[in-house]
């Protein structure tokens, strides 16, 4: 892509809303635009690293047999009055009526819609166990949201539903789960801490969260040496470790992931069930699984910047490699880019602007190689390559390229 | 994909809601489940086809230089006020209010959005032209609702926007754009008709709807051999072409895509300008271009299926291959799974049923080839390959799938 032809403008001045850093960083690098509280519109770039993120936890759910679906926004009144969530969930629904004064909810989670899916289709032992799971736009009507992805109002979230005929096999696959959840947030660059958590108003006996520590983090966690992690929820008021009876650390951090065994909650009062070997009727057990997307890209940025601005890992940067022409031939760096974009995505900076400003605006947009073109590369027949992430440069030929 | 394994269940009953073929078949086949009047889950084979069509829309519009971006559902109303469409606009919106009472409209189309964002960043001549795309979920307030995927009240959409310096440089991209619009329907296996269109509540003087003729179309269009054609809104009462005067035939038929050159219709009043090369502030010329994508599979069905089921073009279909083992030693049948499911995709009913049950439910899927393995084919060292849109059957060898 030439960055001439991007729709892209940067910005050195912190804006208003900016009340941490991914925020301050995602907006001012054109990553996403803000289009009311808690609102964004993702711009190309943005874009770019969402659909990484996505492709991330879509290779990695599908190796432990996830199908993936799409269900609705419009979530009809009466499947949430079965759960009898319409007015306990919180943060509570956004509700609208149609035309013919039926009543609807924006889904801000979709245990009814799909318990409803599934006891429409599932009714021998033989149909168990699956998965299925979705990216799909959520809503939540929060009192107060953060500027950037950090907590917003509508946000693209990966949930996954598994359904099992015991409580076994819902804990086995539960682990299995589990560690996917590292697997894909490893590969995002993320380190997360696997706490113990309450299931609120989803709901469920066991419960996890998937932590990364931050000073922005608006979670509080309680770690011990011996392993023993939980949000502070949970431990509220321990000074010691429930487990060890070890001394235990308090941390700030960012809640990426948030696991469920939600057994026969839903279910039980849902009627989903199945005929067992025998012919007897049971409750399907359920597990529940979310990964809000925005927010794992903000959390990237949170952990992965300098004072200059963004430092992607590869693995979600927007493009691999950035292409600047500083000086000398503009054919040449031409030449590198077509060459360079038949392997790699390539964002090519072809614009005629200033140096200082080109380079100065890649360490903002922060993609994780730069290749530079320049009067003296040119010389040499050489490009100089740094990564984002270390300070050094270093010329290489171009044939190494 | 081994079918033992695919969340699906098929079905030999029309359902209620199923007034017109597409409906029957996605519902029956298992591609669509109904969660309420209009609104829909897309289920594993459904999505796939979605993605489908989703990905030959994308690679057309990367081609005309499109960007693609993520806007969102929730639009404040202040925005909508601005265009003087918050009350106005046909079908109305869904709108509803958060926890301070602001009010918001779901999208339904995206001019404001988009021109907000535009606004916010085009200041200068030289950032344009540009074309902004999104495939997102609308949302439509409609009174009534058909049974599938032809008129919804939620839906996936692409949305394409397109901003110029002036009329002549937005008339030769409509131009591009009508031409890639084509293209994007024939790959998908559609015969589009461009007609003459009211740009209605959308705005603009010059409008073109993409039809494609069926009985189950809710729209009239008249058409000459002179090559005129346009919905009968616009040329009402008309018997003679108003062309050359011909005898024009009246069809029924299906809109499967819609383009307005709005020209400065939302630029006026939302102040979307730019300056020139003489320093004149002047407003941003637009276009803009819609397909549903939902309506799009649809119509697919609707005109490529017989009376056992849908008969999917190669491009769109769920899978490439659907291969059925249906006699004979198993472990031959999982070989060649494994063997054709390195090149291509390839749904395999591997399950324990009667082969007549495995054809019959082969045929209403509609994949677009079938692979069958039995004692005969595996005797002579061969499989059998139909296509679902043939009739006749061939023996080829083994090494030459």
């Known amino acids: 892509m030439k960055e001439s032809k991007l729709f892209l403008k940067t910005s050195k001045e912190k804006p208003k809303e900016a009340d941490n850093i991914s925020a301050e960083f995602l907006i001012r690098a054109g990553y996403i635009d803000k289009l009311a509280a808690g609102v964004y519109t993702f711009l190309p770039l943005g874009l770019r690293v969402l659909r990484k993120i996505e492709n991330i936890i879509r290779k990695e759910l599908d190796k432990i047999g996830g199908e993936e679906i799409l269900m609705p926004v419009l979530h009809p009144k009466v499947l949430w009055e079965e759960s009898g969530r319409w007015e306990k969930i919180d943060p509570p629904l956004f509700k609208l009526k149609d035309r013919h004064n039926r009543e609807y909810g924006l889904g801000s989670t979709h245990e009814e819609v799909i318990s409803d899916l599934v006891r429409k289709r599932v009714d021998s032992y033989k149909g168990l166990p699956f998965v299925l799971y979705q990216i799909q736009n959520k809503f939540r009507n929060e009192m107060r949201s953060t500027g950037g992805l950090l907590r917003t109002r509508e946000f693209l979230m990966k949930d996954a539903y598994s359904f099992h005929a015991d409580k076994k096999d819902l804990e086995s696959y539960y682990e299995e789960m589990t560690k996917t959840y590292h697997q894909i947030f490893n590969k995002m660059g993320l380190n997360v801490i696997q706490v113990e958590a309450s299931s609120g108003t989803i ?75 025998e012919g007897k009727e049971k409750f399907v057990q359920m597990g529940c699984y979310g990964i809000g997307l925005g927010r794992a890209m903000a959390t990237v940025v949170e952990v992965h910047h300098d004072d200059k601005g963004i430092i992607w890992p590869e693995s979600v940067s927007p493009y691999l490699i950035h292409l ?5 031939d503009k054919k040449k760096a031409d030449e590198i880019y077509e060459k360079l974009s038949q392997k790699y995505d390539v964002l090519y900076d072809d614009r005629d602007i200033s140096a200082g400003e080109k380079l100065a605006e890649a360490d903002l947009i922060g993609i994780a190689k730069r290749v530079v073109v320049s009067e003296k590369t040119i010389k040499e027949n050489k490009v100089e390559l740094k990564l984002r992430s270390e300070k050094e440069a270093k010329l290489i030929s171009l044939d190494k390229i």
């Open 203 to 277: 709901g469920g006996k066991v419960s996890h969260e998937f932590m990364v520590l931050s000073e922005t983090g608006e979670d509080n966690i309680v770690v011990c040496e011996c392993g023993f992690g939980s949000n502070e929820e949970v431990t509220i008021g321990d000074k010691n470790c429930p487990k060890c009876q070890g001394i235990i650390k308090k941390d700030k951090a960012i809640e990426v992931g948030h696991t469920f065994q939600l057994g026969d909650k839903y279910s039980k009062v849902m009627k989903v069930v199945y005929r067992d070997k």
């Open 324 to 328: 600047i022409h500083l000086s000398g």
